[in-house]
């Protein structure tokens, strides 16, 4: 596609339902980025993957997240068991390499109630 | 580790007036810097970037140039607009190791 997407672009859930977030890159990026961004603040680093491989899981908060990208492409951000601290938007990133311009998606907007 | 420092929003300006927002950098090696902002409601997009000393990154009337002695990166433009009001975000690249750092962002308010 032209640009990043991401989906859902809202999502709502009751605290201890699990919930996956979806990123798919601008065709022939190989760099993905996830991020979290709380209300009012800045952006917090979760994870980035080069090809399918994640060599830097150093910003994921806790063992209830977990990320996967499959094919070069598409990535699947996974929250377990989610807590109220979990509510933020989840944006998604991607570049042409590790340190190159990043395009960002429009977020998903988690509510965790 | 590699860092940014922002100055602290919210800015508040009237239009026309003079804009900048200052940014600071800590990194290892030799990064590519970027300012991205944010409107509001929208995500984040590239405003503009430098990826070596006295490089000048411009777009759209704003501008920063890349500091190297004073590791910098502050971002102006000669005159705000309305349209102008949104979070602005000084962000390093290295070229080794980490990924991108973002700064905490400015939140910019221009009052007709």
């Known amino acids: 596609g032209a640009g990043v997407s991401q989906s859902p672009s809202n999502k709502v859930t009751e605290k201890g339902k699990d919930v996956e977030l979806r990123c798919d890159p601008i065709?022939?990026?190989?760099?993905l980025y996830w991020y979290r961004q709380r209300l009012g603040q800045g952006l917090e680093f979760l994870i980035y993957f080069q090809g399918n491989s994640a060599p830097d899981k150093s910003g994921l908060p806790s063992d209830r997240f977990s990320a996967e990208r499959t094919g070069e492409s598409v990535s699947t951000l996974t929250i377990q068991r989610t807590q109220q601290e979990d509510s933020a938007v989840y944006l998604c990133?991607?570049?042409?390499?590790?340190?190159?311009?990043?395009?960002f998606g429009p977020g998903t907007r988690l509510t965790v109630t | 580790g590699n860092s940014v420092t922002q100055m602290e929003g919210p800015v508040t300006l009237s239009e026309e007036a003079f804009l900048t927002i200052n940014c600071t950098y800590t990194?290892?090696?030799?990064?590519?810097l970027f300012w991205y902002v944010q409107y509001p409601g929208e995500g984040l997009q590239l405003l503009l970037k430098a990826t070596k000393a006295d490089d000048k990154g411009s777009n759209k009337g704003f501008e920063a140039t890349y500091r190297k002695e004073t590791t910098s990166f502050h971002l102006e433009k000669g005159s705000v607009q309305v349209s102008d009001s949104a979070v602005y975000f000084c962000a390093l690249s290295e070229s080794y190791g980490q990924n991108f750092v973002f700064g905490p962002g400015t939140r910019l308010s221009v009052l007709p």
């Open positions: 065709s022939g990026h190989t760099a």
């Open positions: 990133a991607s570049s042409r390499g590790q340190w190159r311009v990043q395009y």
């Open positions: 990194a290892t090696g030799y990064p590519s």
